[in-house]
């Protein structure tokens, strides 16, 4: 039997139940976000989901005060032609309608509405990882500036995500202590997947880290490896914002980081890598996301049909038609 300190714990962490009538729209999402939160749902994911639901107050000017049956009396198919109208991207349409699905759906469980609602789900084009070629790269690792910092720091994330691959978000999250220098190695403890990951870097990864490290962070307080220009933990924009000045300097017109990942992948395979390491080495969970990158080489497929065993044996002789 409980005690009474323990009983009154107990009560505190049953939850209100709340009905439609009892709270706005806006603290009807709030209640769902903390749940979320509270179930260790990732930062990254939570502002995703707050995005979507923002936007879907912008379509239909939703107020703070909205009540949950104003706010739900809107379909899909409306979200999506406001959306459609402003000339978003199909697939980003799709997000939008994906992350706010997962509201409804919590709204639904908890009786605050009535019925499911499916989320649409629009036709994209499916399109080829784009990776930076070899004319881009070459001016990406040509000079830069050792006295600076923010570009120190740019050099040395594009050479560590062309070796290894690594996401952007990854890369922020590194501190100096998951560095093994006398290895070699990096631990990326926080990722996409939640799966901590083990990274071998390449000799030349291994020589570019270490000049940034003696140049800017050898003898000093700072824990993460690529911080912000005060020393503290940078955004994953702030990255990307660096990086665009760098493209933009150099007259690198692909100046997305995330395509840097695609030109290791690219590179990986046009080398002799096979898709199944390069899963791994990417931390994919499912093989379908590996696979985009082997029809970058159908064309090169097409040809390797030419190395066949009836080829070995008759391929060498013509044959002519019979005379009658």
Same mark, same amino acid.
């Given at each position: ?28 999402y ?37 009540s949950?049956?104003? *706010? ?8 999506? =032609?406001? !959306?459609?109208a #402003? +000339?978003i %991207?199909?697939?980003?349409? &799709? ?109 030349? *990864? ?8 003696? =140049?800017? !962070?050898?003898? #000093? +307080?700072? %824990?993460?490896?690529?911080? &912000? ?37 690219y ?17 994919h ?9 082997g ?26 038609k019979?005379?009658?």
């Open positions: 039997m409980l005690s009474r300190k323990e009983d009154g714990r107990v009560a505190k962490l049953k939850r209100k139940r709340y009905t439609a009538k009892d709270i706005t729209w806006e603290q009807a709030n209640l769902y976000e903390e749940e979320k939160s509270r179930y260790n749902v990732s930062e990254k994911t939570l502002f995703n989901y707050r995005y979507a639901f923002t936007k879907w107050n912008k379509v239909f000017e939703l107020g703070e005060d909205a949950i049956e104003a *706010a739900t009396a809107y379909s899909y198919d409306e979200f999506v =032609d406001a !959306l459609r #402003t +000339n %991207k199909p697939e980003s349409i &799709n997000t939008y309608v994906r992350n706010i699905n997962h509201f409804f759906h919590w709204l639904e469980a908890g009786n605050f509405i009535q019925g499911r609602r499916r989320g649409i789900v629009l036709k994209v084009e499916d399109t080829l990882p784009k990776f930076v070629e070899d004319q881009e790269v070459e001016k990406l690792l040509g000079e830069y500036d050792r006295n600076d910092f923010t570009e120190s720091r740019c050099y040395t994330i594009i050479c560590l995500m062309l070796a290894t691959g690594i996401r952007v978000g990854s890369a922020a999250e590194l501190l100096i202590s998951d560095w093994d220098r006398k290895e070699g190695i990096l631990t990326l403890r926080k990722t996409k997947t939640r799966r901590q990951q083990v990274i071998y870097l390449p000799a030349s *990864a291994q020589e570019v880290l270490d000049r940034y490290y003696f =140049d800017y !962070l050898h003898d #000093t +307080n700072i %824990k993460y490896l690529f911080p &912000n220009y005060m020393g503290d933990k940078i955004s994953v924009i702030g990255l990307e914002k660096a990086h665009r000045k760098f493209c933009e300097k150099r007259g690198v017109k692909n100046n997305h980081l995330h395509s840097l990942r695609h030109a290791f992948s590179y990986y395979i046009r080398n002799g890598g096979d898709l199944y390491r390069l899963q791994k080495m990417l931390n969970t499912s093989v379908r996301s590996t696979m985009r990158y029809r970058l080489f159908d064309s090169d497929i097409a040809n390797d049909f030419e190395k066949n065993i009836l080829n070995d044996f008759i391929g060498t002789h013509r044959i002519t019979r005379k009658h």
